[in-house]
């Protein structure tokens, strides 16, 4: 976003330009013909990363602990026989392939549309403080109320979630200059270590509680049932269609709240709306998978660099490419530890730190 | 949070005291840095004669010198005493005050309130590491401690390197504290890695060493002992003395970088030095009771507003009294409300200290703050 701006200037002091390059680009006619070939581009590559994202699938159907071949795989879902062991195997590997493709798309439009609408490239489900308002709500629910299935937890962790992410976007915009990166990384580090005390102090007085919730807490895909992946579906399905739908809103936005106003926007109702489809979204999400960091980060970011500021391409690029990050990370863990399993809750944290780090000496973290 | 409450209702007139005398506002932070040691030595006592085991004074005195003499020992209070409560005490108050201090050098290097070692994520090498040792190692005491400490400075060292770029050494005040953001940011970033980390080590032990673990990882004062307590004073006894050679550049150096220059001071090497001496302390208290949240944090800005000025003696102070307070409610309050279970100390500062980070990021008008 910012080099977009940074070099206009560099370019109106081209010597041999008489006119500024910036402005003969605009005239009509080139503007008419350079449209077409960008979105031909951007389309080549949007169809590119959804065929990573198949093969990534296939891979995730047939990698595991029991390794399996494509064609094994392709008759399994084509004409399944029950009696057949390694077609058990691939229909028991399903749910989790959904949920890592619906989890993962619902990270990437999250973080994408919080990236914009907080304009600031940290927002992200994890540093806003809403994996530790899940796991307050899950442990809660574990300790007071027994809940002991995934299926229970869901609503513990989806209200759990909305509510953290609404107080630290609250608490990040008080004061003189509204929601500046540090301010939301801060608010989201206090409320996060403020939640985790309090969790810790159920956590130390019952053991019981402990034992369960340490496994919800590492985030994963496996072991998830259609029983637990179905009820989150039409919460993701509203989110998805609130968010993809806001792409032009989060191009004015980027401009600053003023212009955007001046463009006919209504800033306050837009963002409350895209407010509510990334709390759909990023709840559900982590309700279902566990708290999963890093993915609304990242790859936003990977994406910005191949698409340019345009949230109307970001968005799409998000939903299609961090559920392959999502899923690739899951089939890594699968066979890191054989014979037992990484959670993809932790392979995509250490995927993600080193770009998060990448980011912050690129100076993009401090500024824009 | 008290604390903040019982600030005495003196009036400084501070425009004043800027343009006329100095003399008796210096004099008046001197008073407040005594009573908050006056308070401290309260607070030591209380947590050693209180509590669900009572001791008078003169009994003290009478098992204090047994113990040193020699001589005849009461049987039960002896041992609880000089075996759990005077360590107890005494680890508190030692890492009370090194947390103190380190966060106070961080907040006056970076010029920044908001920088302590645990926002910016020291405390979390630390904790990756001690968890490594519990639970792939199955190590207990004094190796756990080995282990926090050889964490907490290698991603120090980490850090520093990630935010060094080209202006933490040397540029002036603006890209000073950019390189100060910088700093946060990459703590913050990985401090959620090794969260990743520490929560899947968790899942991979019995529970038992889960439970064990995630004692330790709040920041307990459970296993105090003297060898734990002999380690840190030893500890201490090279860090603070640094700190006091350190107080006056970095006074200095809170001119700008280019005046600390002018006057002689070799502003890359003092800052480096405040960053070894402050990680250091921040190291060993970690090492010492495990990652007591806040607590560096809380103390500067706490003894800032205590003494109307920016001071490393009375963030220690405050420190110790922070950690006093809140192990007498771990140890001996939270019990009764919870039917038995002594809660580790870091619960209750951080529990404490959230809300008043919040409360400062809501008030803090500062433009990077």
């Given amino acids: ?368 | 949070m008290n604390l903040v409450e019982t600030k005495p209702p003196v009036d400084l007139s501070l425009p004043v005291a800027k343009t006329g005398s100095k003399r008796p506002k210096l004099i008046a932070q001197h008073w407040r840095t005594a009573v908050l040691a006056f308070g401290v030595v309260l607070l030591f006592a209380a947590t050693i004669l209180l509590g669900s085991y009572t001791v008078t004074v003169p009994d003290f005195f009478k098992i204090l010198i047994a113990h040193l003499t020699g001589g005849e020992r009461i049987p039960g209070a002896s041992f609880i005493v000089m075996e759990n409560k005077l360590p107890r005490a005494v680890i508190g108050v030692m890492i009370g005050a090194a947390f103190g201090l380190s966060g106070g050098l961080f907040q006056t290097m970076l010029r920044n309130p908001l920088a302590s070692p645990d926002v910016i994520g020291i405390s979390y090498g630390a904790s990756a590491a001690a968890v490594t040792a519990i639970v792939v190692f199955g190590a207990t005491g004094p190796a756990v401690s080995g282990a926090a400490l050889g964490g907490a400075l290698g991603i120090a060292a980490l850090i520093y390197a990630i935010s060094r770029g080209p202006s933490l050494g040397s540029g002036g005040g603006n890209r000073g504290n950019a390189a100060g953001s910088r700093l946060i940011l990459a703590g913050v970033g990985i401090a959620a890695a090794l969260h990743a980390v520490v929560n899947f080590l968790m899942t991979r032990a019995d529970i038992r060493t889960a439970a064990d673990a995630l004692v330790w990882l709040n920041g307990s004062l459970n296993s105090a002992n003297w060898e734990r307590a002999g380690m840190l004073a030893l500890a201490l006894l090279v860090l603070v003395p640094a700190v006091i050679a350190l107080a006056g550049p970095l006074r200095i150096l809170e001119l700008g970088d280019d005046a600390a220059a002018g006057l002689g001071i070799r502003v890359g090497f003092t800052r480096l030095a405040v960053v070894i001496t402050a990680v250091g302390l921040a190291a060993v208290a970690t090492a010492a009771a495990g990652p007591v949240s806040f607590v560096a944090f809380l103390a500067g800005p706490i003894a800032r507003r205590f003494t109307r000025k920016a001071s490393l003696p009375a963030s220690a102070l405050v420190g110790a009294l922070i950690v006093l307070a809140a192990d007498y409610f771990a140890a001996n309050l939270a019990p009764l409300l919870l039917d038995g279970t002594v809660l580790p100390v870091g619960v209750i500062t951080g529990a404490l200290g959230a809300p008043f980070l919040l409360w400062l990021l809501v008030t803090a008008n500062r433009k990077d703050a």
Wanted: with cysteine.
């Fill in chain 1, 1 to 368: 976003m910012t080099e977009s701006t940074t070099a206009a200037p560099a370019e109106v002091r081209h010597p041999g330009a008489l006119v500024p390059r910036k402005a003969r680009d605009l005239t009509p006619r080139n503007r008419d013909a350079a449209r077409p070939r960008l979105a031909a581009r951007q389309t080549a590559w949007l169809l590119a990363a959804v065929v990573v994202l198949a093969l990534l699938t296939a891979a995730s159907l047939a990698i595991g602990a029991r390794g399996l071949t494509l064609a094994t795989v392709w008759q399994a879902l084509t004409q399944f026989d029950p009696a057949n062991g390694d077609h058990a195997v691939v229909h028991a590997r399903i749910p989790r392939t959904v949920l890592g493709i619906l989890a993962g798309g619902a990270l990437g439009l999250a973080g994408a549309a919080m990236q914009g609408v907080a304009r600031n490239p940290l927002a992200d489900p994890g540093i806003m403080g809403v994996n530790a308002g899940a796991a307050l709500a899950v442990v809660t629910g574990i300790y007071l109320f027994g809940v002991t299935s995934l299926s229970g937890y869901i609503w513990f962790a989806f209200v759990g979630a909305a509510a953290a992410a609404v107080v630290v976007y609250l608490i990040a915009s008080m004061g003189r200059d509204g929601a500046t990166p540090v301010k939301l990384a801060l608010a989201g580090a206090a409320l996060s270590a403020g939640l985790y005390s309090l969790m810790s102090v159920i956590l130390v007085s019952s053991q019981d509680t402990l034992d369960r919730f340490r496994f919800w807490q590492v985030g994963g895909i496996a072991g998830r049932e259609w029983s637990v992946v179905l009820p989150g579906f039409p919460f993701l399905a509203v989110g998805a269609l609130i968010i993809l739908a806001t792409g032009r809103v989060l191009n004015s936005l980027a401009l600053g709240d003023d212009i955007a106003r001046g463009l006919g926007q209504r800033v306050g109702l837009t963002r409350a709306v895209t407010a509510l489809g990334i709390v759909l979204l990023c709840g559900s999400a982590t309700a279902l998978a566990g708290p999963i960091g890093f993915v609304g980060l990242v790859i936003p970011h990977a994406v910005r660099s191949l698409t340019g500021p345009d949230y109307r391409w970001i968005l799409p690029f998000s939903l299609v490419l961090a559920p392959a990050l999502l899923l690739g990370a899951d089939v890594i863990g699968r066979v890191v530890l054989l014979p037992g399993e990484v959670p993809a809750g932790i392979m995509t944290a250490l995927v993600g730190a080193p770009v998060f780090v990448w980011l912050i000496r690129r100076g993009k973290g401090a500024g824009l």
